[in-house]
C-alpha cells in the first residue's frame, strides 16, 4: 500500500529565505508526482506535476525534484515571500488517472 | 476558461440526514474525483467517476455514493451522517491524454455535521 509522508508537519522561516520541503513515498512504482499548494478553507492549486521519467520541474522561484528509486520528492522555494504561507501537499498516482495519494501537508509560514 | 465548481460552499446538517455535493468539472474533462479531507487525517480519495461509470472508490462505506451525469458533472451523496463525516469534500476533474493527466480542484464544500 502507497504510503506518501512529507517532512516537516511545519515550518517557519523569515522572508527572503531559500527553502526545501520533502517528500518520501513508499512504493517507486509511480506514474507521476504532484505538489499543490493550499490556502485555508481552500480547493488545491497545481504548482507542479512530474512525470515518473522526468527527473525535475521549474516554475517561477519553485523547482520540483524526483527520484523515484529512492522514494523522494523536494520542493524548493526560492527567495520565500509572505505570500507562500500555505500549506504545502505532495500527492502520487499510481497509474494515470487514478485517485492521487497525499501526504499531510507540510505548513509554511513566512514572516516579513 | 472556468474552473472546477462546487456547490455548496456549506453545508450544516444532524446526524442521520442525508448530504448532496454537486460538482461540475472543467469543460472538456470526463473524470471526476472526490476527496474527503477530514481534520488530522489528510486528504483521503472517495470515489473516481470516468464517462459515466464508477471506476474506482477508496476505503468508505457504501453511504457514500455518488454519480456521473451524461454531461460529466457529479453528485456525492452521502447517506445517514455521522459526526465523523465532518469534513472539507473536495472535487477534482482531469482529462484523459494517454498520458499527461493532472488533476484540477475545486474550493470545497464544507459538511458540517451537529
Known amino acids: 500500500k502507497q504510503e506518501v509522508t512529507q517532512i516537516p508537519a511545519a515550518l517557519s522561516v523569515p522572508e527572503g529565505e531559500n527553502l526545501v520541503l520533502n517528500c518520501s513515498f513508499t512504493d517507486s512504482a509511480i506514474y507521476n508526482l504532484q505538489w499543490f499548494r493550499q490556502d485555508p478553507g481552500k480547493g488545491l492549486t497545481s504548482l507542479l506535476l512530474?512525470?515518473?521519467?522526468?527527473r525535475e520541474q521549474t516554475s517561477g522561484r519553485l523547482n520540483a525534484s524526483l527520484d523515484k528509486s529512492s522514494g523522494r520528492s523536494t520542493l524548493y522555494i526560492a527567495a520565500s515571500q509572505p505570500g507562500d504561507s500555505a500549506t504545502y501537499l505532495c500527492a502520487v498516482n499510481a497509474a494515470a488517472g487514478t485517485a492521487l495519494i497525499f501526504g499531510k501537508g507540510t505548513t509554511l509560514s513566512v514572516s516579513s | 476558461e472556468a474552473g472546477v465548481t462546487q456547490s455548496p460552499t456549506h453545508l450544516i446538517k444532524t446526524r442521520g440526514q442525508q448530504a448532496t455535493l454537486r460538482c461540475s468539472p472543467i469543460s472538456g474533462h470526463t473524470s471526476v474525483y472526490w476527496y474527503q479531507q477530514a481534520l488530522g487525517l489528510g486528504l483521503q480519495f472517495l470515489l473516481w467517476y470516468d464517462e459515466g461509470e464508477e471506476r474506482n472508490r477508496g476505503n468508505f462505506p457504501p453511504r457514500f455514493s455518488g454519480r456521473q451525469f451524461p454531461n460529466y458533472s457529479s453528485e456525492l451523496n452521502v447517506n445517514a451522517l455521522e459526526l465523523e463525516d465532518s469534513a472539507l469534500y473536495l472535487c477534482?476533474?482531469?482529462?484523459?491524454?494517454?498520458?499527461?493527466?493532472?488533476?484540477?480542484f475545486g474550493d470545497g464544500t464544507r459538511l458540517s455535521i451537529l
Open positions: 477534482a476533474s482531469s482529462f484523459w491524454t494517454g498520458g499527461f493527466q493532472p488533476q484540477h
Open positions: 512530474i512525470q515518473s521519467s522526468q
